[in-house]
């Protein structure tokens, strides 16, 4: 099975910058992706890494490290709106995806 | 970007009644479609992979007679959930890909209530 961990809750203020870790371990590895999951809507896609380094899309980035089964979203400029669930995901051998328990995050003012 | 269309966005069913929803990609055509279980504050729990014109790949503890899948064609699976309780209650969310290479899109997801 798979094992993906990241941290339960964060909560920063408008304008900072927030780190969201997340840990795997997969049978085989094709993939990881951070999704934003408002309450009670579908995730939508954020990122994609499948190489080890950082992928910058705007104001946010995420970072793999495929020897380490680690990998990290960044968020910068937060704003109130960026207040969601951020679920990791890793694709395995088998090409299934896999998620996180998802880490909330609170933005205030 | 790819759009997957699910429907219903809500139901509620009596016990013992079966639902069916439908998960269709909309502007691709889709290989293999997941269906996940999300429950309060929980995860997206794989339930099963189906790959079009074969039998869906069922995880481990997911009843494959209650949980009927069907990928007849490239745009279309459909997840009927039969003889529902109200344990069955949950957020049902499909998703779609049109290859092992490409992410997954995700429909907008049907909360399921059973009464």
């Known amino acids: 099975g798979q094992n993906i961990d990241q941290p339960t809750e964060m909560t920063a203020t408008e304008g900072a910058i927030v780190q969201i870790n997340c840990t795997y371990q997969?049978?085989?590895?094709?993939?990881l992706f951070w999704y934003q999951q408002h309450a009670g809507e579908a995730p939508t896609f954020l990122s994609y890494n499948v190489l080890d380094g950082l992928e910058e899309k705007g104001r946010f980035s995420s970072f793999l490290s495929r020897s380490k089964g680690y990998s990290y979203l960044l968020l910068k400029e937060l704003q109130m709106k960026d207040s969601a669930s951020y679920l990791c995901?890793?694709?395995?051998?088998?090409?299934?995806?896999?998620f996180g328990a998802g880490t909330t995050v609170t933005v205030r003012a | 970007g790819a759009v997957v269309s699910q429907h219903p966005s809500w139901v509620i069913c009596k016990s013992g009644t079966s639902v069916k929803i439908e998960c269709r990609s909309l502007d691709f055509q889709a290989t293999t479609m997941f269906w996940y279980r999300q429950f309060p504050k929980q995860s997206l729990m794989l339930m099963a992979t189906?790959?079009?014109?074969?039998?869906?790949?069922?995880e481990q503890g997911v009843e494959k007679d209650k949980f009927l899948i069907n990928h007849a064609s490239l745009t279309l699976s459909t997840l009927t959930v039969t003889s529902a309780h109200p344990e069955d209650s949950s957020f049902y969310i499909c998703?779609?890909?049109?290859?092992?290479?490409?992410?997954?899109?995700f429909g907008q997801g049907t909360r399921l209530t059973v009464v």
């Open positions: 998703s779609a890909t049109t290859g092992r290479t490409t992410e997954a899109f």
């Open positions: 997969t049978s085989g590895f094709n993939g």
């Open positions: 995901a890793v694709r395995d051998g088998d090409y299934k995806l896999s």
């Open positions: 189906s790959n079009e014109g074969s039998k869906a790949t069922y």
